[in-house]
């Protein structure tokens, strides 16, 4: 589903809501931290730095992360789904960063992972908030319409809940949760600056399906459509993106 390479161009700006998410988790001596949907690993060693004396594990669905992912004493990564990852012994702390928006069944998953949790355990994830933000609006149009027979079923409605709808799910499952939301604003370098950034993200789907020369096309649809929804300013293009965070202990 990402693109690492393209993905990685921009690990300032997507790391930032990782660390803002982390730094709301009080566990202070956790023996087991897994990160579910780990990436390429460079954000699951931050939490082997904050946790030293922890077995930090990290999976991803994607070969070509984990490839990318670099092991080492009590670090470990494996290739896995989320739907179906289940761990062997109770967690001290789960963390899934910008992971659960392409999972339709993830209120399910977090039942599942409360239920993984140690005693006092934590669970901690963001997801992105931004899905009637023109970025997504623009392109799932499109996909409707001069798209539509490619990639008229690519076009998805938020798959997400605000921070209320999480408060109240966690909290159902018997935890101590919070939820809010933060708007960042990024300010991308260069020409088709979101374009870029989506291509590695939201746009894969559908450039995965298409053939190169459709590929080409649309991406050169999308440019027109973004490029005047976020104008190119003298210091680059100021790109809105807003995230919303839970962190819940059992």
């Known amino acids: 589903m990402w693109d690492p390479e393209i993905y990685g161009r921009y690990a300032d700006e997507r790391s930032r809501p990782f660390f803002d998410l982390v730094a709301r988790i009080s566990a202070e001596r956790p023996g087991r931290v897994v990160d579910a949907g780990c990436g390429s690993g460079e954000l699951t060693a931050e939490l082997a730095r904050r946790w030293p004396d922890a077995d930090v594990h990290g999976f991803d669905s994607s070969p070509a992360m984990i490839g990318k992912a670099r092991a080492r004493d009590r670090l470990t990564f494996s290739v896995a789904d989320v739907t179906h990852w289940r761990p062997e012994r109770p967690v001290d702390v789960i963390v899934s960063n910008a992971v659960l928006q392409w999972v339709p069944e993830h209120r399910e998953l977090l039942s599942r ?9 934590w669970l901690a994830f963001q997801v992105p908030g931004n899905f009637d933000a023109p970025s997504h609006a623009l392109v799932r149009e499109l996909c409707r319409t001069e798209w539509r027979d490619r990639l008229g079923d690519l076009a998805r409605e938020s798959p997400v809940d605000d921070p209320a709808g999480y408060l ?3 909290t159902a499952l018997g935890c101590r949760a919070d939820a809010w939301e933060t708007t960042y604003l990024h300010v991308l370098p260069g020409e088709d600056a979101v374009l870029k950034w989506i ?3 939201a746009l894969r789907p559908m450039l995965d399906r298409l053939d190169p020369g459709e590929r080409g096309a649309f991406l050169g649809d999308c440019a027109a459509l ?3 929804a976020y104008p190119r300013r003298p210091y680059g293009t100021v790109f809105p993106f807003r995230r919303i965070f839970v962190v819940a202990q059992k």
């Open 113 to 121: 992972w409360t239920g993984a949790l140690a005693p006092g355990g």
């Open 168 to 170: 109240d799910r966690l």
């Open 199 to 201: 291509t590695g993200t």
């Open 226 to 228: 973004l490029n005047e």
